[in-house]
């Protein structure tokens, strides 16, 4: 196999990877961000960011764009679409193998591999979603404003955010499968006492509806089997959130009951000279500058282990 050795590899190149790059090359630190995927992560998938400091809006894609070119004229590789066939943290050097046939070795390797949001699965989701179907309130809340919304999920996130959401929209409706809600009494509490929330329960959306963005839905009610088709300005789904950590599930990596990477404040993990950055460690919130900021300390972490060995 060919060998290509680094200081640093970054596996995933979303905004906490793009932003470990960016630190690692300003750094002098030779560092190569790897992808299986398109660089920018869920951040291209966001049709406007409004809540970026210093930036009063722009695309998501736009966002991701002005990173990676960041990153490369600092002097970072960048590598997209790969296959990553296997992974070993231990031993001083960490290898990514790539292809079955390449190896990258680096004395640091940081894991910003993200997360997703977990989807309905039904027809329309896939191409509407960022253009009126939303998985996150705090970053796209506002742009639906007077506006009629649902909401679908029965847990604390689905009801907490359907609550601020009443702060822009002009109607919040719950959507749920079962006949009753799994958040705890005071979040039921809260939502069913704001007059701009109402329910439909024991129903399911069967389909998105839109070309350039959302137009309509249509839901089923699973109890009687009567599906209804309605005019929607926008939908925000929170029935889950899933780490992209399955290529470490055989590893030493140390994960917690959501397979998400446990470390600590300075983002180092379990292993000697691992470290994380992003959606894909475990913490509460998740935004593009909480990504920015895992991914600093993560560059910062790994510059002082490379240092100091």
């Known amino acids: 196999m060919e060998h290509k050795t680094f200081d640093a590899i970054v596996i995933g190149g979303g905004a906490a990877g ?11 630190s030779k560092a190569v961000i790897l992808d299986t995927g398109t660089i920018g992560g869920q951040l291209v998938l966001t049709h406007e960011v409004a809540n970026y400091p210093g930036v009063e809006s722009t695309s998501g894609y736009q966002l991701a764009s002005t990173m990676k070119k960041q990153a490369k004229t600092f002097g970072c590789e960048i590598k997209s679409n790969l296959s990553i066939t296997d992974i070993n943290l231990g031993g001083e050097l960490k290898e990514v193998i790539v292809n079955d046939k390449l190896i990258y070795q680096a004395k640091t390797l940081i894991i910003a591999t993200g997360g997703r949001s977990r989807m309905l699965q039904v027809p329309g989701e896939s191409q509407l979603k960022g253009r009126g179907i939303s998985y996150c309130a705090t970053c796209d809340g506002d742009f639906f404003q007077d506006k009629e919304i649902f909401v679908v ?51 399911k959306i069967t389909e998105f509806i839109g070309t350039d963005k959302l137009e309509s839905i249509r839901y089923k009610n699973l109890r009687t089997g009567e599906v209804f088709h309605r005019p929607i300005d926008g939908v925000f789904i929170f029935i889950g959130y899933e ?31 691992v470290f994380v950055a992003g959606d894909n460690r475990a913490k509460k919130y998740r935004q593009i500058t909480t990504a920015v900021a895992d991914g600093t300390i993560a560059a910062l972490s790994a510059l002082d282990y490379i240092h100091n060995h």
């Open 18 to 28: 793009l932003t470990a790059g960016i630190y690692l090359a300003r750094a002098k």
């Open 243 to 273: 780490a992209n950590t399955d290529m470490f599930h055989d590893s030493e990596l140390k994960l917690n009951q959501w397979n998400e990477v446990e470390a600590d404040e300075l983002m180092k993990t379990n292993i000697d000279g």
């Open 153 to 203: 999920g029965g847990g604390n996130s689905a009801l907490e955010e359907a609550v601020s959401l009443t702060k822009y929209a002009s109607k919040v409706t719950i959507i749920h499968q079962f006949d009753h809600f799994q958040a705890f009494e005071h979040a039921i509490e809260e939502a069913k006492s704001n007059p701009k929330i109402d329910f439909i329960l024991e129903s």
